[in-house]
């Protein structure tokens, strides 16, 4: 039975490490952190005694690979997903967007959403409507280097519907700033949960905390098949005999042989693990070329909730999205646990928690006039390195699943799936490697 390591056990890991195992690979799975996840985690905050995800994460219902390895570890229902697409986008003032699509088959759900949207003038909506009709004709992606403000310009796209619905979007899925993103990650989003099936396009937040959800149990599924699992033990280096693979030599010293490795780490860990004058190889060298873009969480206890739905988003603000975790899990009324989320952050990275706090009690005056609250808990979490940067031209930049290094395959939402990089990138690319060194059936 050949033996593989899979070095890190975030999604890409945990998946790779799975299909392995329903292979009949013997697989070691090496983690550097106690508990893994990466950066889909929970813990226990020892101020409020609650347990929280590192980040508020969505899923859509396009998200097939994600929701296969859910299904294959034994989780079935940890995903509250919508019936139908619905976003409400709140206005200074209050006044609200609708997004409502209807139960038609895709596209013409969007469409029908967009043009009954309530809040959105009629101009707005004929120049998304327009959108829509140059995309569904449009099988050519835009070229990489194209950003999706150009993009969007190029659409005859208004700066209302940008403001409603293409902004936000973007935000949300590629994590950066529409004036430098990719204009072809965009279409890659738009053409899985847009243009395929309507229910590609739902949304689904779990119900559950994110490390009870992906990791505890695709843990157990991994160790009661026999797989060997090394927790809070970090490769130091990838071994090399012969320009091939060998093994790893964990921080600790010991030294683990392997007929194949899945690096599933993110940029920076995987080219400090490479041996001799491997960080040279162009490909390598186009992965240290690759950015990072920041998310920065709030997770706030306030003794009652300044809005009543699960989740929306705030159109024009610094906080892009609101979540009511406490509705999200079932319960309603006093006290309240909620979520706010910054995407591409760069500019409050900096910022203290008093600074951010400050930001949140100024946008919910301004969003939510007349819903006095008491913050009785503040968490604040930056992701620094949240996801790589899409940023217009760096999409070359991503490796396939195949590295130079013989023996050595490369999982990570940041790897060349095609998607921007998210959990569905992130499962998809461990699947990927998997089959990668599988032989083909
Ligand atoms: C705040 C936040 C919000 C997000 N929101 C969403 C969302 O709403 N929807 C969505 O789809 N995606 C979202 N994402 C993105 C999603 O979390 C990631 O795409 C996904 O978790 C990446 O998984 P991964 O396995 O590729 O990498 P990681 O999760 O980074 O896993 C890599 C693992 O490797 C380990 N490791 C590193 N170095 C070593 C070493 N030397 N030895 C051993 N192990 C090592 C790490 O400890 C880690 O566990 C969000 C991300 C963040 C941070």
Known sequence: MPHTIVIGAGLAGLAAAVRLIDAGHRVTLIEATKAGG?????????????????????????????????????????????????????????????????????????AAGLLTMRGVGVLHKAAALRAGLLLSGEVRRPDDNETCDAWLRRLGQTAGIRAIFWEPLIWATLNDDPLVASAAMLMAVLERAFMSTRDASRLGVPRVPLSRLYVDQALAYSRDRGAVIHLGQPVRALRVADQAIAGVILKSGEQIDADQVISAVPPPALLDMLPGTWPNHPIFQDVARLGASPIINLWLVVDRAP?????????SSELHWLFNRSRIEGHSGGEALLNVTISAARASLEDSQEALVGLFNAEMRRYFPGRPYTIRHVKVIKEKRATISHAAGTYHRRPEAQS??????????????????????AVQSGHDAAAALLPPT
Not at 58 to 82: N, P, S
């Open 38 to 110: 990466g950066r889909a985690r929970s813990f226990v905050d020892p101020a409020s005694g609650r347990e929280l995800d590192n980040g508020q994460h969505l899923v859509m219902g396009c998200y097939r690979e994600t929701l296969a390895f859910l299904r294959q570890i034994g989780v079935h229902d940890g995903i509250y997903f919508q019936r139908d697409l619905a976003i409400d986008m709140v206005k200074p003032g209050g006044k609200r967007a609708k997004l409502l699509c209807p139960p038609l088959p895709a596209p013409l759900h969007l």
């Open 307 to 315: 809005f009543d739905d699960p989740f929306l988003g705030l159109v």
């Open 404 to 425: 130079p290094l013989r023996g050595l395959y490369l999982a990570g939402d940041w790897v060349r799936t095609g998607l921007p990089a998210t959990i569905e990138s």
